[in-house]
């Protein structure tokens, strides 16, 4: 269950959002001013914050800049300001989005639900360990900052251990993880891969990443 963290000073509007959102299946957190919104961003780690620009003590704007020097949370504009500009050095600050008043709180919820999908599609698509960088959507893998020239099955292979580092793999679920067309692989082959894509972390200077477990499989450790 996602958290929404609500920073609006008027309590009619601050109400509403939070009946939409907690109807909508969310848990909320509502404030009325820029510094207890900064301080419950920092505390209760939020999933979305829906900012509104002008509030008592810190301003959403000052809010949203503080924020992004620790968190990339999603952040929503909410304003009764109609000025491009002002929706201009919003973004720039670094919303994600924004809503100008009076706006359909259904409209708000499909706004945060979007939002929140593209944050998910995100921390899915990439893959950060410690000196790992993968991502899902252009298959490219790096090593502290060094392309990797790694095949589709060494990719996949490589990705779904470092999902789970420590956890032992047999070869049997890094054959279903390699290959989609359920063709039949022999464990050698398997181990074949794993032998290459080893020799490519070394060369990048990743030694000993990828461990044989003796008679079960493989795993991933930094």
Known sequence: MSTILIAEDEQDIR?????????????????????????????????LVL????????????VCRQLREVSHVPVIFITARHDEVDRIVGLRMGADDYIVKPFSPREVVARVEALLRRARWRAEAEVVQTGLQLNTESYVARWQGQVLDLTPVEFRLLHTLSKHPQRVFRRDEL????????RIVSDRTVDSHIKNLRQKLQAAGADDVIQ???????????
Do not use: C, F, K
């Not at 509403?16 to 505390?43: C, E, F, I, K, W």
């Not at 054959?175 to 359920?182: E, M, N, P, T």
């Not at 044989?212 to 930094?222: L, Q, S």
């Open 15 to 47: 109400q509403l959002l939070v009946d939409y959102l907690q109807q909508s299946g969310y848990t909320t957190v509502a404030v009325d001013n820029g510094n207890d919104a900064l301080s419950q961003a920092r505390t209760e780690q939020p999933d």
């Open 51 to 62: 900012l509104d620009v002008m509030m008592p003590g810190l301003d959403g704007l000052e």
């Open 175 to 182: 054959i279903s993880a390699a290959y989609d067309d359920h």
């Open 212 to 222: 044989a477990v003796y008679g079960v499989g493989y795993r991933y450790t930094e």
